[in-house]
C-alpha cells in the first residue's frame, strides 16, 4: 500500500510524503495494484473544496504488476469478486479541526458526503474512504465508509484504524453479525457477536468479543520479557474484565461462551511453557470473575525468540474453561504449509490441541447443541450433566495430588441405557445422545486406596431434559441402574437437579375441548361442563386419550368429557407410582450398598426424599431441597411470605437440621468430597476396609492431651497447631490430616465423621465439652416468631444429638467402617422441652443401632472424660457383645452419678458430721463433753458455739472429702474389678493399642466370615475357640499367652490369610475339612430324613464319579458285613 499526498501544499495540507510522481513514472514498477492515499487538512470544508484535487491522483491506474500480477488482497468479509471486479484503492483523510466532536454529529456529515460523491468514488476505483478526526490529548476518532455499502459508516470499524484489523483478526468472527460496544478504554475493542442463522430463525447464540493489540519495543532479556508480558498480560486481562462488566450488565441478550483475544506485537524472549504457567496462575486468580462474565475462551499472541539470537516463533495460546471447572491450555505455532502456502496452526509440546493443522484463519465456531445444553446447565446454577465425567476424572487427578504416579486409564466408564423392552444394556453414546432425562454411568476408578480400580454407579437428572422431572421412563432407568449398583454390592451415586413428579396435559384434547356454559350470552355464570363436538370426538377416539358420555343439548350432538386419559405417557399419577418405586428402591439401596446424594441447583418432590433416603448428602450452596415451591406456598397461604426456594431448602436449613452431611462451594468440590468418602469405604459389600500406608507412624505418642477444662474435641481427634511454639504441630489420635467431619452444623455437642488410624479407615463419634448455640430460625409464615439461639451445655445428649450419634453408626455399619467412639457424656437432657422432642425415642435409637452394628465397635472414655447414668446404659457393651468392646483411660470416671451428686444424696450433713466426729478429735472431745449431763447453761452454750464454730469450719474440706470418697467409687480400678470394661489404657499409647486391636478384630472378621461359608451353624464362641486352637497347633502351646498379643495375633493371622504359592494356610486347610464334614453332615441329615430317596442318591452320585471310584465303592459294598436295617 502506497502513501502520498501530492503537491498540494499551497491549498493548506500538510505534507506526509510523496511518492506520487514515483508512481506515474512508467519505469518504476509497484510492488502491488492498489493505491492508497493519506491526506491532511485542517478542517473538513478544506478536503471537500480539494476533493477533485485529491481523487486526481488516482486518476492513471498503476500498470499491471508482474510480482502479482492478478493478486488482490481479499477482503476482511471473504468477498466472491476478483481484485479487477472491484474497486481496490483506498484513502485515508485526517481532519485536525471540527466544529462538533460528536459521533452521532460528525457520521451523518460524512456519510451525506461519501454517499454523494459515490460514483465519482466508485469510478476512481475507492474501494473505502476513512476519515480521522484528531482531538486534543485524545486518541483519534476513526469513521470509514466502504463501496460495498454503496459508503454507508462499517459500524465495526468505528474508531479502528482499518489496519488494525489485520492485527485484530476481525475476519474469524464471520460466522456472527458484529456489533461494535463503544468502549471508554480505546486499547479495548468490543464487538457483540449474533450468530449468522437462516432467515426466519431465532437467534440463541450471542457472545462478546474483547480484543486488544499490545505495542512495545522488543525484548531482548528473558527476566524483562517475562516480567513485562506478567504484569502487562495481568493489566489487559483486568481492563478487558471492565469493558466486559460494563456491557455484560447493559445488554438486553444473554451472553456466553465470551471470548478475549490478545495480539502483543513486541518480540519476547522466553521458553513458551513458562508463559502457559503464567497465563494458568493468572487465570485462576480471576477464575470466579471469569466465569461471572460468562468468558470461557481466551487467545493469546505472541511472537517468541527462544534464545536473543534463535529466529523468531509465532506462537498462539488457546484456553478453554466450557465446564467451570477445568482449564485446558493449548499452545501452537504458526507454520506454513510448504505446498499451498497456507499459515496453520501446529501444536507446540506434547499435546496436541484441537486446532492442530486448521488454518490460522479458521473463524470461530458457533454453539452446537452440546454448548447451548451446557449454557443452559450452567444457568441454572449447576454443571451439564455429561460434563460430570471430566468432573470426576479432575477429582481423581486431585485425589492422585500429581499425576505422575496416577494412572493413565483413571476413569473408564460406560453409559447405562434403556432398549427397547426396557432393559438396563450398556454401551458408548457421544455426550447429548440421551433421550429421557435421567443419564447413568457403570465407571472404574483408579484410586489411591483401589490403584486397580473399583466400580460404582452414578445416577443423574438432566436438567435440559423438560427441567429435570420424574417420568416413567427416568423413574425405570433410575430403579434398573440403582438394581444394578446393588447386584454388584457398589456404591450407588446420584447427582440430584431436577423438579419433582412430570406434571402435564393431554395436549390433544386441550386443543379442541368446549365449553358449555349456563348463558352463552353471560360466560359470568358458569359453565356446566366441557365436552367434544363429534367431529373432533371422531379425530381422537381411537387414540384412547378421553373418556366421553354422549349427549344431545342444544339442538346439537355432544361428547360430554367425564375422564382424560391421554394418548402419551408420564403426566399424572403414574408418574407417582412410578416415583413410588425408586423411593422404595432407595430405602432398600441405602441398607445393601454405599449410597451418596449430591444436590446441584435443586431437588424437588420425590428428587427431595430419594436424597434423604439415600442419607449421605452433599449440598452445593446455591442449591435447594424442597418439597413445595415457595411461589406454591405463597398462593396456599394467600400472601407473599417466601422470597424464594433458598429460604426454604437451602443450605442454611438442610446443614443445620441433618439433611445434608456436607455443604461445598461448587459442583466440582462436591465430586470431589464424593471420591473422599469412598476412599474411606470398601468398594463393595463383600470386601474388607481400603488399608492403605500411612506416612504417620502408628507407634507414636499422642501429644495433644485433654484436659479437664473445655476444648475442642476435633483437637483430640486431628490435631493442632501449638499453641506456644510458632510452627510445630501437637498431633492428635488419628493419622494426619485424615479426619473428615460431616454434619457438623446439626447437633453440635457431637462431632462425627470418619478418619484414619494407621491407614484403617474409622467412623468416628466425639464429644463436645464446650457450650453451643443452637439457633431455630424465626417461621415467615408466622409473623409473631422469632429466631432464638438455645444454648446447649457440652458433655449431654440432647434430641438432636441423640439422634445425630444414631445416625451416624447407621451410617458407618453399612459403609463396612468399624466404629471408635470417645464417650464422654454426662448423661442425657431431662428438661420438659427436651422430654417433649422427644429426647427418649432419640436415645433408644442409640441402642437400637449398636445392636444392629456388624463391624468392631471400640468405645473409649478418654482422659477426664466421664461416662454416667443413661448416658453409659445406651452404648455398654452388653447391647452386642459381638462386636462392641468399652475400654477406660486411667484418668477417666465412669458411674451412676458425678461424685456431686451422689454426694448429695448419699453423704448427706448428717452423714458428714459423723465423719467430722469420728476424724477429727477436736470436734470429738467438744461433742463428748456436750454428752455430760453435768453441764451449766452458760458452759454448755459455749459448747454449742466452739462446735457449730468447728462445724462450719470443717464441714467444706470434709465435703471435699466426701467427693473423693464418692469418685473412687468410679475410677477405671473399680471398672475392671466388676468387669465392665475390657482394658484400662494410657492415652498417649492408646493410638497404637487401638490400631493393632482394629486390625485383629478386622482379620478375625475376615475369617470367621470364610468359616462360616464353609459351616453356617457354628456360633462365634465356637469359631473363636477354634481359632485359638489354630493359632496353638501353628505357634505351639509354649506360645499360647501370646493368643492376648494382639500384634502378634495380626501377623498370625495375615500370614495364614494370604492366599501365596508355596505356603501352607493353617486356616485354610482347617477349613476345607470343615467344609467337608459340613457337606457330609448335611447330606447325611437328608437322607435319614427322607430315607425313600436314599438309593435315588447314589445312583445319581455314581453317574457323576469315576471308573476307578465305583470300582472302590463295589468293593467296600461288597465287604460290608452289617446290612441296614429294614
Known sequence: RMSFSSNLNHYGMVHVASVSDVLLDNSFTPPCQR????????????????????????????????????????????????????????????????????????????????????????????????????????????FTFRARDEFAEDRIYRHLEPALAFQLELSRMRNFHLTAVPCANHKMHLYLGAAKVQEGKEVTDYRFFVRAIVRHSDLITKEASFEYLQNEGERLLLEAMDELEVAFNNTSVRTDCNHIFLNFVPTVVMDPSKIEESVRSMVMRYGRRLWKLRVLQAEVKINIRLMPTTPVIPIRLFLTDESGYYLDISLYKEVTDPQTGNIMFQSYGDKQGPLHGMLINTPYVTKDLLQAKRFQAQSLGTTYVYDFLEMFRQALFKMWDSTEGCPKDVLTYTELVLDSQGQLVEMNRLPGGNEIGMVAFRMK????????????VVICNDITYQIGSFGPEEDLLFLHASELARAKGIPRIYIAANSGARIGFADEIKQMFQVAWVDPADPYKGFKYLYLTPQDYTKISSMNSVHCEHVEEAGESRYVITDIIGKDEGFGVENLRASGTIAGESSLAYDEIVTISMVTCRAIGIGAYLVRLGQRVIQVENSHIILTGAGALNKVLGREVYTSNN????????????????????????????????????????????????????????????????????????????????????SGFFDHGTFSEILQSWAQTVVVGRARLGGIPVGVIAVETRTVELTVPADPANPESEAKIIPQAGQVWFPDSAFKTAQAIRDFDREGLPLLIFANWRGFSGGMKDMYDQVLKFGAYIVDSLRQFKQPALVYIPPHAELRGGSWVVIDPTINPLYVELYADKESRGGILEAEGTVEIKFRRKDLLKTIRRIDGTYARIAQQLDSQELSKEARKELEKQLKAREDHLLPIFHQVAVQFADLHDTPGRMQEKGVITDILQWKNSRTFFYWRLRRLLLEEVAKREILNAHSELSNSHIQSMLRRWFLETEGAVKGYLWDNNQVVVEWLEKHLQEEDGTKSAIRENIKYLKRDYALKHIRNLVQENPEVAMDCIIHMTQHITQAQRAQIAHLLATMDNPASS
Open 35 to 142: 493505491m492508497g492515499g493519506m491526506v491532511s487538512f485542517r478542517t473538513f470544508e478544506d478536503f471537500v473544496r480539494l476533493f477533485d484535487e485529491v481523487m486526481g491522483c488516482f486518476c492513471d491506474s498503476p500498470p499491471q504488476s508482474p510480482t502479482f500480477p492478478e493478486a488482490g488482497h481479499p477482503s476482511l468479509y471473504d468477498e466472491d469478486k476478483s481484485a479487477r471486479e472491484e474497486p481496490i484503492h483506498i484513502l485515508n483523510v485526517a481532519i485536525r479541526w471540527a466544529d462538533r466532536f460528536e459521533d452521532e454529529d460528525l457520521v451523518p456529515v460524512f456519510r451525506a458526503f461519501a454517499q454523494s460523491k459515490n460514483t465519482i468514488l466508485v469510478d476512481y476505483g475507492l474501494r473505502r474512504i476513512t476519515f480521522l478526526i484528531t482531538q486534543q490529548r485524545e486518541f483519534p476518532k476513526f
Open 445 to 456: 476408578l483408579k484410586t489411591p486406596e483401589y490403584p486397580g480400580g473399583r466400580e460404582i
Open 647 to 730: 429460604q426454604l431448602g437451602g443450605v442454611q436449613i438442610m446443614a443445620n437440621n441433618g439433611v445434608s452431611h456436607v455443604t461445598v462451594p461448587d459442583d466440582f468440590e462436591g465430586v470431589y468430597i464424593i471420591l473422599q468418602w469412598l476412599s474411606y469405604m470398601p468398594k463393595d459389600n463383600r470386601s474388607p476396609v481400603p488399608i492403605t500406608a500411612t506416612s504417620d507412624p502408628i507407634e507414636r505418642e499422642i501429644d495433644f492431651v485433654p484436659s479437664k477444662a473445655p476444648y475442642d474435641p476435633r483437637w483430640m481427634l486431628a490435631g493442632r497447631p501449638h499453641p506456644t511454639v510458632k510452627g510445630l504441630w501437637q
